[in-house]
């Protein structure tokens, strides 16, 4: 298997192995090295059905580096406005001799369906779809907490938000989990957490200054608006007052707490403007870190180092 899929089923030592390999990548740039040929010759094409500012370009960045030629597919003026079909459109891009689909998409489950349909020799790296899984989000976020605090087995980390609709928190959690971090909490309104949320291996509060206590690790989420029915959407100012993360909320947390956000920000609902450019946000540090871990993971799939579904 030489998939990306999501980080459910993946080992600790994978997980580990893509960090290792996105550090080396990491330091290119500190020296100056701006290529490396590791897939030289190779064509990989970027299938966004959905809109993205940080994930396709860090992509085109980290294909850039490792010297593939890059496609980006222009969705909105490609022929699926003339109703052709997800498979249909997969066929002819094949038939161009691509070796990679970096896919992201609005329904669960899409880049899955990609990589059963595919060419053997393809390999499909899944940048978001639906509320499923964002696993590269979910490790270069692993790789900013490790930059900063090394000791997964000593961590407390809080996921503040719209669990719910969030593939980035599924896929978060999973990743927290296997690398061994002491507890991972989440913190949200009923309305926004799925049922049996603890099966997923987290610790459940409703209050954001009860549960941001001990807190090494605070991730806050955007509400995802575009997935909520007008019933479940909860008005911005009264979110902002019990959910968003203001400078003294935070100092609830330890005092050297990191706070990380997957991005695009909306400043005054989840999060205020003080924080996301303050002294303790690495927020922008998580964008950066996006080009050596898609390298990472990347390289390894065409490899075919065992980055598994
Ligand atoms: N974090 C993230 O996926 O951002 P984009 O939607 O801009 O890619």
Known sequence: LKHFLTIEGLSKSLLTEILDTAESFAGMSEHQVKKVPLLRGKTIVNLFFENSTRTRTTFELAATRLSADVINMNIATSATSKGESLLDTIRNLESMFVDMFVVRHALSGAAHFIAQQTAPHISVIN??????????????????IRQIKPDFSSLRVAIIGDILHSRVARSEIQALNTLGAAEVRVIAPKTLLPAHVESLGVTVSHNLTEGLKDIDVVMMLRLQKERMTSALLPSESEYFKCFGLTEEKLKIAK???????????????????????????????????????????????????????
């Not at 509320?131 to 989000?137: E, I, N």
């Open 255 to 309: 005092p050297d707490a990191i706070v990380m956000h997957p991005g695009p920000i909306n400043r005054g609902v989840e999060i205020d403007s003080k924080v996301a450019d303050g002294p303790q946000s690495v927020i922008l540090k998580q964008v950066s870190n996006g080009i050596a871990v898609r390298m990472a993971v990347m390289a390894m799939a065409m490899q075919k180092q065992g980055v598994t579904a």
């Open 127 to 144: 940048a978001g779809d639906g509320q499923h899984a964002h696993p590269t989000q979910a490790m270069l976020d692993m790789f900013t």
